[in-house]
């Protein structure tokens, strides 16, 4: 168990909905980061927020959003959605920085966007 | 910039034989390395990385992997497979030069599957 927490495991929708997917990251952790993992795209960052703040942008979509909340949760929000989102969504947590940041992944949250 | 190439999505190999997994990597930049896996429903685990120093690293699970920088590459081996380490495995670089790990950049994964 890698201490970090995504919900909810599985989420179905239709085109053109929008979904939001949550992370609580390790006790202390300040750091979240959002991956996506599709299998022809393989695992592509999305986006990192530190501390409350949007810290690096990746791939992101300008239909996908995400916050950090004061007590560090994150939260990924899809909207719009297109059949192509379908993809398994990863959220990682740190706390160390420089070349001892480690990263610990939760298991992800499957979209199946039909 | 950096990329990373895993040789073969699928590799299948017996109880009791060799692992290789094959990384190649591109880094404009001395580069920072690691192998990650992922097993059925979890996600990505650190396996093992190499930063500076010995070119020869060890990680958990008897896995271990090699530097070598006139090659460029970074391959994953283990001397004996066993039934539970069947899973996926990511290489990922990103560079020595610092910066957070939204610079890391993973391959496209390499499946292995253990055979009894």
């Known amino acids: 168990d890698s201490g970090v927490t995504q919900t909810p495991k599985h989420l179905i929708t239709a085109t053109g909905q929008r979904v939001t997917l949550r992370c609580s990251p390790r006790?202390?952790?300040?750091?979240v980061y959002w991956y996506q993992q599709s299998l022809d795209q393989g695992l592509q960052f999305l986006i990192q927020?530190?501390?409350?703040?949007?810290?690096a942008k990746g791939n992101i979509l300008e239909r996908f959003s995400a916050q950090q909340f004061p007590d560090l949760h994150s939260e990924l929000n899809l909207s719009s959605l297109e059949l192509g989102d379908s993809a398994l969504y990863f959220c990682?947590?740190?706390?160390?920085?420089?070349?001892?940041?480690?990263?610990?992944f939760g298991s992800g949250t499957q979209l199946s966007v039909l | 910039a950096q990329s990373v190439t895993q040789l073969g999505s699928h590799v299948s190999v017996s109880e009791g034989a060799l692992v290789l997994l094959r990384c190649n990597y591109s880094s404009s930049v001395p580069p920072y390395l690691f192998w990650y896996v992922q097993y059925p429903n979890q996600g990505l685990q650190l396996l093992l990385k190499?930063?500076?120093?010995?070119?020869l690293v060890k990680g958990i699970n008897g896995f271990e992997a090699e530097f070598k920088k006139s090659e460029t590459s970074f391959h994953l081996t283990k001397p004996s497979a066993h039934m539970s380490d069947a899973a996926e495995y990511f290489c990922a670089v990103k560079p020595s030069s610092g910066g957070s790990n939204y610079k890391l950049k993973f391959g496209k994964g390499t499946l292995l599957t253990v055979n009894p």
């Open positions: 990682a947590s740190s706390s160390l920085t420089g070349e001892n940041e480690k990263l610990f």
């Open positions: 006790s202390g952790d300040l750091s």
């Open positions: 190499y930063t500076t120093g010995a070119t």
């Open positions: 927020y530190y501390n409350g703040e949007e810290r």
